[in-house]
């Protein structure tokens, strides 16, 4: 079955420090994946996206994400963070299995900057 | 991009009567979706909405609760029929431009007393 699976439901990180959310799919097919950020109160934002060639893709937000089809992963990275960057942040597959076509979300990942 | 906006931003609503959201965007687009987001939750579809056909509807959600129209490629509404508390979530509108990806609007956040 598709799936997508955020392990980490709460993330604390200090401001300047690195961060790394996790993601792991599970989808037969070439994978299409997204990063998104959802901050209180907001709709979401695309952060960045993985079609194909290059593993490592860059986004808005110094927001970098590497693809890792041996790990099935697609973990979100940023060498620092500032406080505005507590929000929560959601991984997703697009789904194109038999002639449709829809997003897979995982949980989410809430992450809270401590100053 | 897409700019995507929704009305109403929020709404308290009582139980047993409806509510429609809107979802308007500024660009043609033939695919538009409408989410739930149930209090501290991911999201989960409820519908695809494609202009000139009927909305399709995923397990566990049924045109009678959430009639779904799409008169046009810029705008769809989703009604949210006969509330109940547990109606009580953000509503979200989005739509697929270029390959795959989705492009969101600022969701409606319902409360149902």
């Known amino acids: 079955a598709q799936s997508v699976t955020q392990p980490d439901i709460h993330i604390t990180v200090s401001e300047g420090a690195s961060l790394e959310l996790r993601c792991n799919y599970s989808?037969?097919?070439?994978?299409?994946l997204f990063w998104y950020v959802q901050s209180p109160g907001q709709g979401l934002q695309l952060l960045l996206k993985?079609?194909?060639?290059?593993?490592l893709v860059q986004g808005i937000k110094g927001f970098e994400a590497e693809f890792k089809r041996s790990q099935s992963s697609f973990n979100l990275r940023k060498p620092s963070v500032h406080w505005s960057d507590a929000a929560e942040y959601f991984c997703?597959?697009?789904?194109?299995?038999?002639?449709?076509?829809?997003?897979?979300f995982g949980t989410g990942t809430r992450l809270k900057v401590l100053a | 991009s897409a700019v995507i906006s929704q009305k109403p931003s929020r709404d308290i609503c009582q139980r047993g009567t409806s509510l429609t959201i809107q979802c308007q965007v500024d660009?043609?687009?033939?695919?538009m979706f409408w989410y739930r987001q149930q209090p501290g939750q991911s999201l989960t579809l409820i519908a695809t909405?494609?202009?000139?056909?009927?909305?399709?509807?995923e397990s566990g959600f049924v045109i009678d609760k959430f009639p779904i129209s799409r008169p046009n490629l810029t705008f769809s509404t989703l009604t949210v029929s006969n509330m109940s508390p547990e109606d009580s979530s953000i509503y979200l509108c989005?739509?697929?431009?270029?390959?795959?990806?989705?492009?969101f609007g600022p969701g409606t956040r319902l409360t149902v007393t």
């Open positions: 989005s739509v697929r431009l270029g390959a795959y990806e989705q492009y």
């Open positions: 989808y037969g097919a070439t994978p299409y």
């Open positions: 993985y079609f194909s060639g290059d593993t």
């Open positions: 660009s043609q687009v033939t695919m």
């Open positions: 909405a494609n202009q000139g056909s009927e909305a399709t509807y």
């Open positions: 997703a597959v697009a789904s194109t299995t038999s002639g449709t076509y829809k997003y897979i």
